[in-house]
């Protein structure tokens, strides 16, 4: 199951039951099945207190991914700063819902395996961005 919810903001205005069907797509092509996993929508403050006590970084991210996934069945709780979400919109020139829809296949694609530490991870990871989101805007829009 995904759930989907807000702390110290404003719930984002997805179509949850399209988006949960699109990721759960996503993941079975990676042969991943969606076992629980929940988004929680913060805001910047919340995401660096999430960091700094979980992760003992002390900055700003767009995401940070918990991984409980067992064998194919992937879950998580996936926590995704709305700010930061508006602010890397302005920066590559894309609507706050393409860019909250990246940042939420980004962290499904985390758990299904993929990385993006090295220049080629980060390179595979946004070719599968790419794909997944295109499937979303001919499947939405």
């Known amino acids: 199951m995904i759930s989907y919810t807000a702390q110290n903001t404003t719930m984002p205005d997805i179509q ?6 699109w990721l759960k797509h996503v993941a079975a092509t990676y042969g991943k ?23 003992g970084h002390d900055y700003y991210t767009d ?6 996934s067992q064998g ?3 879950g998580g709780d ?6 930061t979400v508006r ?4 920066l ?9 829809h990246r940042i939420i296949v980004h962290g499904l694609l985390h758990l299904c395996g993929l990385r993006d530490k090295t220049d080629e991870e980060e ?19």
């Open 16 to 21: 949850k039951t399209e988006v949960s069907d």
């Open 33 to 55: 099945v969606v076992g629980d996993i929940c988004y929680i929508f913060v805001d910047d403050e919340t995401i660096l207190d999430v960091n700094r006590r979980f992760l």
């Open 63 to 68: 995401h940070i991914g918990f991984d409980y």
């Open 72 to 74: 194919n069945a992937i």
């Open 78 to 83: 996936i926590y995704i700063s709305l700010d």
């Open 87 to 90: 602010t890397n919109a302005e």
């Open 92 to 100: 590559y020139d894309a609507t706050f819902r393409e860019e909250l």
């Open 123 to 141: 390179k595979q990871m946004h070719q599968a961005e790419d794909a997944a989101l295109e499937r979303l805007t001919n499947n939405i829009h």
